[in-house]
């Protein structure tokens, strides 16, 4: 660790040298990449479970490909996106009411709340022109100017790993999960139509590393095995149709979407963003229906949704049937017909005979439907669905768990509001489960000053609250067994200056995974942002939490439990060098202390070269990484840039380097080709990964090619 300070003084000298060499060419949606990164990193962070940011990523695209007229209600768009707060918005419109629609973007900088910070965010995603009536759509029409898609992306581990290395068949036979049953190379295809964003089509098929394509692959022995459960081709297939603004019908789904409403308590599929640096995104956005785009196999709906609209008021209908991966229990007698489920899967992996034998052994029905009252400043809605599944959820009881869903059916209702006055938003939802248990969450956002906002949020979930479809703002990612009381600020300090703070007071009600006990916790956040030119900004980022686990002490026979704080400072600095360059770099530290335990530090600092020449087909981004993390506990995160649509957010821990590059190629107007390769090299081990994924050597490379099709 010693060596990594020196060079921690090192970095910042060449950053102070390189900082006075700096020219201001343009860089147009810098600002915005950075704040996706972030966002994408924070949920990282907190989750307890993988995410597939591809839905996020997506919308971020599509903005990007199809800027919003500023002056039309599709401005709306990156209030849900969290680009902009609901104030700001409706600066926006009482601006426009007054003085009339905007000619250019650079009237926004005389609209209240818009910095010079907020106008280079969305610059990228909005124009100024005229409002037109809305366009009745005509077949004719979409068959002529919608637009169509085709991405191809392969990727695999370039090193052998256990799971693929040669076994015998007899072996195999004797440890049927000892190896992967396909082989290593993760394929993704998807095709898209869209005609102006209103009608929208597509189809997306996924194949896992591991998972098996052809079935003639399998060994002899293991296919009959298998052969109920494996098919040629792709293992993951999701198809949607989507339209909206046809008529009075707002939107209409078929095949795979997501639906999201309210504050996430009563439904919600999908991603969401937790909690935010950002105080402004405590209060979510929900968008109703919109199609399913990611390959995550799990929470989404499959079925057919609509929103029918009359004046002010929207009827919102759904339903939804798919079979989900689960470990089941066969009856223990032949007159017995209840079968039992005890725990579902959420990995959507089906790469061994033991995941395989999970795919698809729980159909799940979910139909519902809200009822809301909508107008510029004001929303208001009922929410209620119902879930079933084919088999009795009953997981395998601890003291931990015993308050969780356990049964057939599960019915959740719910009320939220939102209510936009000057300078003041109040926002809220009540949610009730089947056994009467209730989730609930009460904020407000204030703008004390054009410059200043601030938000406060309370929440409540009781414990024994039960929804599978929710993701409500907390510190937890299952909406329930928590209370806190958050307090967030953000504010411009001066015309460079920016300031964002927040403080999460939490507490869980009862026991959780590895902490035995009733619990508490705080989560302070403190970030300044600098802007030094046009061209050239940097961050300063403090963050402390401290919780509660178990001691897992091995002289004790009932584990106290005990807490731990974790620390973490980081510095953020980008700047562009030459009209084509643009440099990163970053240096953060973390501190993680548990009572009775050691101190562990972890330690990343990386530099980003970004080569965007405009005038030339291609570019490249490359990064070189170092990372010294002395435990999992003091692990790191950081985002990487991938090909279209793609993410890749590792977790350093351990000691070493990692370095990737990131390649674009225009082949032609239409065609684009992507090549990615990464590797990470540790050098405190001798062996990479655990399990099916170990590999004997200290490094680990992958490679990934994406190909893009426009017509």
Request: a neutral charge.
């Amino acid at each position: 660790m010693k060596k990594i300070r020196i060079s921690l003084l090192l970095f910042s000298a060449i950053l102070l040298a390189s900082m006075s060499h700096a020219q201001q060419p343009d860089t147009l949606g810098l600002r915005l990449q950075q704040m996706m990164e972030d966002q994408l990193e924070r949920i990282t962070e907190s989750a307890e479970e993988n995410y597939d940011f591809t839905d996020l990523l997506e919308d971020y695209q599509f903005l990007a490909e199809n800027p919003v007229n500023i002056n039309s209600d599709d401005i709306m768009l990156l209030e849900q996106l969290n680009l902009l707060s609901s104030l700001q918005v409706e600066n926006l419109r009482q601006y426009i009411k007054k003085y009339g629609m905007l000619y250019t973007l650079f009237e926004l900088s005389a609209v209240e709340g818009f910095d010079d910070q907020t106008i280079e965010l969305i610059s990228p995603l909005v124009y100024a022109g005229e409002v037109t009536k809305t366009e009745k759509i005509k077949v004719a029409n979409v068959a002529r100017w919608g637009k169509h898609q085709l991405i191809s992306r392969v990727e695999r581990t370039l090193e052998q790993q256990k799971g693929y290395s040669p076994i015998d068949e007899a072996a195999w036979n004797a440890s049927p999960n000892a190896r992967y049953l396909g082989d290593p190379y993760k394929i993704y295809a998807r095709y898209t139509f869209n005609y102006r964003n209103k009608i929208r089509a597509g189809i997306t098929m996924d194949k896992d590393a591991g998972e098996v394509f052809l079935k003639n692959s399998l060994p002899d022995s293991l296919a009959a095995t298998a052969e109920n459960k494996v098919r040629n081709g792709f293992d993951f297939y999701s198809i949607h149709l989507f339209a909206s603004g046809i008529g009075p019908l707002k939107a209409i789904a078929l095949g795979d979407y997501h639906i999201a409403f309210g504050q996430g308590l009563t439904l919600w599929s999908g991603l969401s963003f937790g909690k935010s640096t950002d105080p402004n995104g405590v209060m979510k956005y929900g968008q109703g229906i919109r199609p399913n785009t990611s390959v995550n196999e799990v929470f989404f709906m499959r079925g057919a949704a609509a929103t029918y609209g009359w004046k002010n008021i929207e009827l919102t209908a759904f339903y939804s049937n798919k079979d989900i991966d689960a470990s089941i229990s066969l009856p223990d007698t032949l007159d017995d017909e209840v079968i039992f489920a005890s725990s579902l899967q959420e990995t959507g992996l089906h790469r061994t005979i033991s995941e395989l034998s999970k795919k698809g052994t729980v159909g799940q029905e979910v139909y519902g439907g809200r009822l809301s009252l909508t107008s510029n400043r004001f929303e208001a809605g009922v929410t209620l669905h119902e879930t079933r599944l084919d088999a009795a959820l009953t997981p395998t009881t601890y003291p931990y768990n015993q308050f969780r869903f356990n049964g057939k059916n599960l019915s959740n209702q719910g009320i939220d509001f939102r209510w936009v006055m000057p300078q003041l938003i109040l926002f809220g939802e009540v949610s009730r489960s089947s056994n009467s248990s209730l989730a609930g969450i009460a904020g407000m956002v204030v703008q004390p000053a054009s410059f200043a906002h601030l938000t406060l949020a309370w929440r409540h979930y009781d414990k024994s609250y039960h929804n599978l479809f929710t993701n409500g703002f907390g510190e937890s990612t299952g909406t329930n067994n928590e209370s806190g009381i958050y307090a967030g600020l953000r504010t411009g300090l001066s015309a460079r200056w920016s300031l964002t703070a927040y403080a999460d007071l939490f507490r869980f009600q009862w026991l959780r995974y590895q902490t035995d006990a009733p619990s508490f916790g705080q989560d302070y956040f403190v970030q300044f942002d600098h802007r030094l030119s046009r061209k050239a900004d940097f961050y300063f980022r403090y963050r402390y939490k401290n919780k509660m686990t178990n001691d897992n002490s091995s002289w004790q026979r009932i584990d106290p439990v005990t807490i731990y704080n974790k620390q973490s400072v980081r510095f953020h600095i980008s700047y562009v060098i030459s009209p084509v360059f643009i440099f990163k770099n970053r240096a953060e530290w973390i501190i993680y202390k548990q009572t009775n335990q050691p101190e562990s530090n972890g330690f990343l600092i990386y530099h980003d070269v970004l080569y965007r020449p405009g005038n030339k087909p291609y570019d490249f981004t490359l990064r070189y990484a170092m990372f010294d993390s002395e435990s999992y506990d003091s692990r790191l995160y950081a985002y990487e840039n991938d090909v279209l649509n793609a993410f890749s957010i590792p977790a350093f821990s351990g000691r070493g380097t990692r370095i990737y590059l990131l390649m674009k190629l225009s082949l032609h107007h239409s065609l684009d080709l992507w090549f990615r390769v990464a590797q990470t090299w540790y050098a405190d081990r001798k062996t990479v990964g655990t399990g099916l994924d170990l590999i004997e050597g200290n490094r680990k490379t992958d490679a990934k090619i994406q190909l893009r099709w426009k017509f």
